[in-house]
T-cell receptor, first 114, second 113 residues
Framework: ETGVTQSPTHLIKTRGQQVTLRCSSQ?????VSWYQQALGQGPQFIFQ???????GRGNFPPRFSGLQFPNYSSELNVNALELDDSALYLC?????????????FGDGTRLSIL | DAKTTQPPSMDCAEGRAANLPCNHS???????VYWYRQIHSQGPQYIIH???NNETNEMASLIITEDRKSSTLILPHATLRDTAVYYC??????????????FGTGTLLAVQP
């Protein structure tokens, strides 16, 4: 069983740039959630994708957007990067959005904004 | 806001049981309690979850009080590799479809040799 994989593992960008992060869900999982984890804090929910559509969103501005593909993999796009966007970005997959089965996380992408 | 409260840190001697408490006094009847842990520079790792009955798996045991307002995660024989931040989470289902985890700041468990 293949777990959740994310790429790249590390990324450095400058303010104002755009970034795309990628996530492959665990085998058999059709729901993908994205979280942002600032240093010293717990992960914060960004949004969730199910059936290629956004299925819920946290308190993040529209410059955070995403996609889900027919193979259930997903992308997180962030435009107009700000210094506060520096964080660990985590992807988690689960079998169904309303399932009680747990979400499983990848090891994240560490994004640094200069 | 997180629906759980946990102590910020705990120590445990290697080989002893680690008992991590969590309060979730506003939990609703159909909300599950999940435990994850996060070792430095890795993603959160799922440990165990439950609704109202006690649960046990190969990693840990979860004891939920009868009123469901609190729970305890038990690592029966802690090792140095169990040093991590442990998160107790009440999963929120919104609109019957969105399944999001609301993390607090967790408990930093330090296992001492």
């Amino acid at each position: 069983e293949t777990g959740v994989t994310q790429s790249p593992t590390h990324l450095i960008k400058t303010r104002g740039q755009q970034v795309t992060l990628r996530c492959s869900s665990q085998s058999g999982h059709n729901t993908v959630s994205w979280y942002q984890q600032a240093l010293g804090q717990g992960p914060q929910f960004i949004f969730q994708y199910y059936r290629e559509e956004e299925n819920g969103r946290g308190n993040f501005p529209p410059r955070f957007s995403g996609l889900q593909f027919p193979n259930y993999s997903s992308e997180l796009n962030v435009n107009a990067l700000e210094l506060d966007d520096s964080a660990l970005y985590l992807c988690a997959s689960s079998p169904e959005p309303y399932s009680n089965q747990p979400q499983h996380f990848g090891d994240g992408t560490r994004l640094s904004i200069l | 806001d997180a629906k759980t409260t946990q102590p910020p840190s705990m120590d445990c001697a290697e080989g002893r049981a680690a008992n991590l408490p969590c309060n979730h006094s506003t939990i609703s009847g159909n909300e599950y309690v999940y435990w994850y842990r996060q070792i430095h520079s890795q993603g959160p790792q799922y440990i165990i979850h439950g609704l109202k009955n006690n649960e046990t798996n190969e990693m840990a045991s979860l004891i939920i009080t009868e009123d469901r307002k609190s729970s305890t995660l038990i690592l029966p024989h802690a090792t140095l590799r169990d040093t991590a931040v442990y998160y107790c989470i009440v999963r929120v289902l919104e609109g019957g479809a969105t399944n999001k985890l609301i993390f607090g700041t967790g408990t930093l468990l330090a296992v001492q040799p």
